[in-house]
């Protein structure tokens, strides 16, 4: 069986998901005797014409990145996007709720005119999507449980189920208990509940649960003492391409 | 009722133990086992945990976040390990080790006791069985908090099944009471602490739980025969943001999933399972598409019947018992005291229409 | 040391029998019927409508209805449609290949309650495969049950399993056998429609037939209304129901339908008792 080609491509976005790639140190090698990875810009410098799985990261934010999504979509087998901007827009997108012209003049300047740019959108607003990584960085394991499965022909094995899940299992002290707010009630599990673990509490870099109760998340951020706005801000930082239904809350 | 309680105490031979000899105590038993007991865990709560120091040792405390499940239904197990290419595969050993559980909640070994219900009945797991082995259980008393209601639901804070031994505390310290053989054979081992003829100078004070279910507990099974339809299922699925953690915190709630993952070497890997619940949106999906209880309304109602109504009638006692986790962590405050009255108004109303 | 010493007895509950697939056959696009051998010439021992857990380390385990009947000895047959992720993994599987195997499990249908009775068999779609372990029994035990009626319907014809066998149902005259597609294609010569407009067509001695249905969730309640209509009593009634059925033993909590363990209780149940589980159909 010859190795599966594998590319890996970046759009609008901090590059940290990559780097958190080339962060899994120990299992680089074993992943590297698996796959052969033909194109990779913060690692490398070769080319392919054809790829079994693409990894994408970062979200679709100028014409160009259009053409070359779908450039992508058309020589890759398997679509795999990585990480909140590509999956859900991620902080990008906070932009699409300010005037276009203000933001490019802030970001621009006298050379706006340079950059033609488009709403902020998730690459499968623009190409059909097999898989997601979530999280911001992307989370590894679900990397690593993606890759793998892909490898072996089979089906990943992707939760819809709640940080909470994760975190009930690990024991940790609730962060509601440290007098916290915590979107782990609603945000996808798949991240161990790292931010927990760790004291902090979840900001929903992971979007959210397919069956999310919005306004059961606002009053219970409510109770946690924001406000609606502030609310309503957390709940769409990392997921401004979810829950639409909360556009225009002021 | 609680008078009985005491009563049943006071005919138990019992020793008083300072807090250093309790701590000394605690130590000894080290010696001889495994000891767990719970300890601070972050800010403000608390875990059991196996004891390095038995200064680390909470007495008073009002509940831990997880239940003592996790000793012998891990969070994560492997079931086996296997080979692809080769098609073959190799249990890991379960190790049954002496373990003393010191200072658990009678709800807590109510809970565990249950759990040993489901696992021994039809076909008897091994797994938990095997880490079922060997253990030995130490009660506590405690003060009931805003969300404890054990007594509602039949489980008096003196309840003794299943302890060896049971710590009263007093001001200056604990009364043990010594509730078998295997606890009379510690407290000889250790030989220290005062012997206590009778307990007249030791006033027991008598604990009131705060929140209670409005109907005794003999007739809730009763009551879930008659509210299946409901509209507090409804009503309470407004709330209800679907986390799963009323589910991963109770101590009768043991459902389980099994993935396979693989390692990097795309050959070897492991089954292994996991907690689940079945507040979650994975856990009646067949691979057609089908989701068999899709609305969180049908969620809660189905955990609720489990606990007061489907494992009760098999087993022959109510599956709730009364730790108050699922109301304390609810991320949307939902409280189950408040969803068992509301039902039982309900019931008492839907009664009162076929009187008319 | 004080503390109680028991020794638990060690039983296997959740590991598989590696078997062999002994033969492939592809019946659709979608379905490919396994013929699985167990080790050392093992019989399966199953009844008709029971179920095994079938596995492939690294894929995971699934559910799969055994449709072959316990008088096929020594192997025994798996229809298995390509949905899910271990499903999708047996497809890949060649004759030769190797699979893990752990059952029968549940509750078969009552056999005893269909013979010297007319029996009705209502299959809809992917449920002719657990149905027909017993149209198999049925057949091959023809002389211990009276009339043997067939009623299958598919969604279109490319769906349509066990095409051989639906040859010799038609041609025998012991066999009266009806099917039906929801949607005809440009070949298809037969009836068009919904399964339940074979029933009322039928003619049942009611009191003396009894009924084994099965097919997709959505499909029973209407065929239970048109078997009403024709007076079959409810205790004539078997059905086997879909579930998630995980770990086969009655522990996982997946299957559960109210009280009931699907895996344990099921997946074949008689229609009282059905009636009595709010969540059933």
């Known amino acids: 069986m010859s190795k599966p080609k594998v590319a890996f491509f970046d759009f609008a976005s901090c590059e940290g998901c990559q780097l958190n790639k080339l962060n899994l140190e120990n299992s680089l090698l074993s992943i590297l005797e698996l796959v052969d990875i033909v194109e990779f810009r913060e690692a490398m410098d070769d080319r ?72 902020v959108q ?60 915590c979107l782990g009630p609603v945000t996808r599990a798949g991240c161990g509940a790292v931010c927990p673990e760790n004291g902090q509490y979840c900001s929903g870099c992971r979007g959210y649960v397919s069956n999310i109760n919005t306004d059961g998340a606002l009053e219970m951020l409510a109770e946690n003492g924001l406000s609606r706005l502030e609310a309503v801000k957390r709940l769409r930082l990392f997921c401004s391409s979810e829950l639409v239904e909360l556009d225009g809350v002021k | 009722m609680n008078q009985n309680n005491f009563t049943s105490l006071r005919q138990l031979k019992k020793v008083f133990f300072d807090e250093r000899t309790t701590r000394g105590f605690i130590s000894f038993l080290s010696d001889r086992a495994k000891v767990i007991a719970p300890c601070k865990k972050g800010e403000n709560s608390y875990s059991f945990e196996y004891i390095q120091n038995p200064d680390e040792v909470v007495f008073d405390y009002p509940r831990t976040i997880q239940p003592l499940k996790k000793f012998f239904l891990p969070p994560r197990e492997t079931l086996f390990n296997f080979n692809t290419r080769e098609n073959s595969f190799s249990e890991p050993d379960i190790e049954s080790e002496d373990r003393i559980f010191f200072g658990v909640h009678a709800y807590e070994l109510q809970g565990l006791l249950r759990l040993d219900h489901c696992f021994e009945e039809g076909h008897p797991e091994y797994n938990y069985l095997r880490r079922r082995e060997n253990t030995l259980f130490i009660g506590i008393s405690y003060t009931p908090d805003d969300w404890h209601f054990s007594r509602s639901v039949g489980i008096e804070i003196e309840k003794l099944e299943g302890f060896c031994l049971y710590f009263e505390p007093l001001d200056s310290g604990f009364l043990v009471f010594i509730v078998n053989e295997a606890g009379k054979n510690l407290v000889e081992l250790f030989g220290k602490g005062a012997e206590i003829d009778n307990d007249e100078n030791f006033a027991l004070v008598e604990k009131n739980f705060r929140v209670k279910i409005k109907f005794h507990h003999n007739r809730l099974p009763q009551v879930f025969e008659n509210v299946y339809y409901s509209k507090v299922w409804e009503e309470i699925s407004r709330k209800c943001l679907g986390c799963g953690t009323c589910n991963l915190l109770c101590p009768t709630c043991y459902c389980f999933d099994v993935r396979d993952e693989i390692e990097l070497d795309a ?36 955990r609720l019947h489990r606990k007061f109504k489907y494992l009760a009638d098999s087993a022959g006692d109510l599956f709730c018992v009364g730790c108050g986790r699922c109301s304390k ?25 076929v009187l008319i | 040391m ?8 060690k039983k296997e509950l959740y590991t598989p029998t590696i078997s062999e697939i002994v033969a492939v056959e592809t019946l659709t696009e979608t379905e490919k019927l396994f013929e699985i051998a167990l080790p050392g010439g093992e019989m399966l021992n199953h009844k008709p409508g029971q179920f095994v857990e079938v596995s492939i380390f690294g894929f995971g385990e699934a559910p799969i209805s055994i449709c072959s009947s316990p008088t096929d000895l020594p192997t025994f047959k798996l229809t298995v449609r390509r949905v899910g992720r271990l499903t999708a993994g047996m497809h890949r599987l060649k004759e030769g290949d190797r699979l893990g195997i752990r059952g029968p499990f549940g509750n078969g249908f009552d056999v005893e309650a269909f013979k010297g009775r007319d029996v009705l068999f209502v299959a809809g779609g992917i449920g002719l495969a657990p149905l027909k372990s017993l149209i198999d029994y049925t057949l091959a035990k023809r002389d211990e049950f009276r009339r043997v009626i067939i009623v299958y319907g598919t969604k279109n014809p490319a769906e349509i399993l066990f095409k051989q066998d639906i040859e010799i149902w038609q041609q025998d005259r012991d066999i009266e056998f009806h099917m039906t597609v929801d949607r005809a294609d440009a070949g298809w010569q037969g009836n068009t429609g919904v399964i339940t407009t074979l029933i ?82």
């Open chain 2, 267 to 302: 050959t070897t890997g492991k089954r292994e399972r996991f907690w689940d619940g079945c507040m979650l949106n994975s856990f009646a999906l067949v691979a057609g598409g089908e989701n068999f209880r899709d609305p969180l309304s049908s969620r809660t109602r189905h």
């Open chain 2, 329 to 353: 962590y609810c991320p949307a405050k939902i409280n189950i005291i408040d969803i068992i009255n509301d039902l039982i108004g309900d019931f008492a109303g839907q009664q009162k229409r």
């Open chain 1, 122 to 181: 998730p690459v499968s607003a623009v190409v059909k999507v097999d898989y997601e990584v979530r999280g911001c960085p992307m989370s590894t394991p679900e990397f690593l449980h993606i890759l793998k499965s892909l490898i072996l022909g089979r089906k990943p094995e992707i939760f819809d189920h709640a940080v909470c899940v994760e975190c009930k299992s690990s024991e940790n002290e609730c962060v509601l208990e440290t007098g916290m707010f």
């Open chain 3, 200 to 281: 009322p067509g039928l003619n049942l001695d009611a009191p003396e037939t009894a009924v084994a249905v099965v097919g997709p969730p959505v499909m029973y309640k209407f065929v239970l209304m048109s078997l009403k209509s024709k007076r079959i009593p409810d205790e004539n009634i078997f059905m086997s129901l879909e579930r998630r059925m995980k770990c086969g033993v009655g522990k996982c909590g997946h299957c559960q339908i109210n009280s009931v363990y699907v895996c344990q209780c099921g997946p074949v149940f008689n229609y009282p008792f059905v009636r009595s589980l709010e969540e059933a159909i």
């Open chain 3, 2 to 9: 004080e503390v109680e010493t028991i020794v638990t007895e």
């Open chain 1, 48 to 119: 392919a014409d054809e790829y079994d799985i693409a990894f994408v990261e970062g979200s679709i934010s100028t014409p160009t990145c259009v053409e070359r999504i779908h450039d992508i979509r058309r020589r890759s087998k398997i679509l795999v996007a990585l990480g909140a901007c590509a999956v859900q827009g991620g902080i990008n997108a906070l932009r699409n709720s300010q005037p276009a012209e203000w933001v490019k003049e802030v970001v621009y300047g006298d050379d706006k005119y340079l950059f033609p740019s488009i709403p």
